[in-house]
């Protein structure tokens, strides 16, 4: 008789201990999940600061190129300004 007590709460024990597990693991996997998204979130925004630094790159040169061509065609210009006068 006095055994049953003893037994449930031997059950009762069990099941605590079982549950407390579980949440272990589901806390550890949160924190491994967590952890690979903010790894993958920042190799992700490291990815497109350098696409968006390639890009300003490229713009640079484009415009620098542009302000070539510019000034060659100021001196073209000038030089049939002169030619002009000459005449």
Known sequence: Q??????HFQ?????SQEL????????EQQSQEQQ????????QQSQ???SQELQ??????????LQD?????QDQSQDLQELRDQS
Do not use: A, F, N, T
């Not at 690979?36 to 190799?43: K, N």
């Open 20 to 27: 407390q597990s579980q949440e272990l693991q589901s806390q």
């Open 2 to 7: 006095s055994q049953e007590p003893q037994k």
């Open 56 to 65: 300003s790159q490229e713009l640079q040169d484009q415009s620098q190129e």
């Open 36 to 43: 690979s998204q903010e790894q993958q979130s920042q190799e």
């Open 69 to 73: 061509q510019s000034q060659e065609l």
């Open 11 to 15: 059950d009762l024990q069990d099941q």
């Open 48 to 50: 497109e600061q350098q």
